[in-house]
């Protein structure tokens, strides 16, 4: 898209996520991303209820009445967004595209993140990594990666998690909030890459689908593309045998993913793209705090 036309829905997609950050998630956002530990703030005089295990005693000793320490959440995080971009995301038959949402959804969480002055980077992946931003924070730096997201050109098509996980586990040393994006439409088995990337960092994720992608319509012929692949076929979507075939590939396909991210320990959130993706969002970060 030219330039005038990304400007404006950079703009379009900041005016709607802030808002949602600001007054939707960040209590929600705070609760469900902990930060690393807590650090010591200051030293107050013993009040009723206070703790006798954090009562400082070098400074009771100096004033001759109790005075405890007190500590804070050691805050700062840095939050990485490894998102798909293979060809799947342009598709877009009911609701919104993929890729729409996932750049809203993105966008939501990158603001609420530099709203509690955290760090954001992301990892573009394909079949392959397609783009590093290293995180930093700040406005202009949120607005450059919606940009990317609205506006990225991948070289390749395809999807592989799994190098994806490989690649930033690498990159990454320092323990971060992840959040992998993608419609999880992968042939390739990314259950041990899970397994060391959430071993080392702390890993939500996020699964945008289309309502054609997990059932077909009863419309007769109809001719289908593998955007990753680029092959196209006729099928009878009237032929019952053929509905239930594929509904039962999406289904053993869910099976398995929830079943990778679950024994992880990784929470996750599944949405449609002719959902509110609000309300998901809202319902997997009041679990982790509740947590």
């Not at 070098?58 to 009445?65: K, Q, W, Y």
């Not at 992946?125 to 700040?138: L, M, N, R, V």
């Not at 990666?145 to 592989?160: A, M, R, V």
């Not at 196209?232 to 929830?258: F, G, H, P, V």
Request: proline share 2%.
């Amino acid at each position: 898209m030219d330039a005038k036309e990304l400007i404006k829905k950079v703009r379009k997609i900041e005016i709607k996520t802030r808002g949602l950050s600001n007054n939707v998630f960040a209590g929600e956002y705070h609760s469900a991303f902990k930060g690393r530990g807590m650090t010591f703030s200051e030293v107050r005089e013993y009040q009723y209820g206070d703790d006798i295990r954090d009562i400082d005693w070098n400074v009771t000793a100096r004033h001759n009445r109790p005075y405890v320490k007190v500590y804070e959440e050691e805050r700062e995080l840095t939050v990485m967004l490894l998102v798909d971009v293979s060809a799947s995301r342009l598709f877009g038959a009911v609701g919104m595209e993929k890729r729409e949402m996932i750049a809203e959804i993105s966008a939501t969480i990158a603001f609420s993140a530099i709203h509690n002055n955290d760090k954001v980077g992301v990892i573009f992946f394909s079949d392959k990594i397609e783009k590093f931003i290293p995180p930093k924070k700040g406005r202009k730096h949120i607005l450059f990666i919606i940009s990317q997201l609205l506006d990225f050109e991948p070289e390749s098509k395809g999807t592989d998690i799994a190098t994806a996980l490989t690649f930033f586990a690498d990159a990454l040393k320092k323990r971060c909030t992840t959040v992998l994006i993608s419609d999880f439409i992968d042939a390739h088995d990314y259950a041990r890459p899970l397994t060391i990337a959430s071993g080392k960092h702390d890993m939500i994720a996020v699964q945008v689908y289309d309502k054609r992608d997990s059932q077909l319509p009863n419309v007769g012929l109809m001719r289908v593309s593998d955007l990753e692949r680029g092959k196209e076929c006729w099928i009878d979507t009237s032929d019952s045998a053929t509905r239930q075939t594929y509904n039962k590939w999406w289904y053993d396909r869910q099976k398995k993913m929830l079943e990778v991210l679950g024994r992880n320990g990784v929470d996750v959130a599944s949405i449609s793209t002719d959902e509110d993706y609000v309300k998901s969002l809202m319902g997997l970060f009041k679990r982790r705090g509740v947590r």
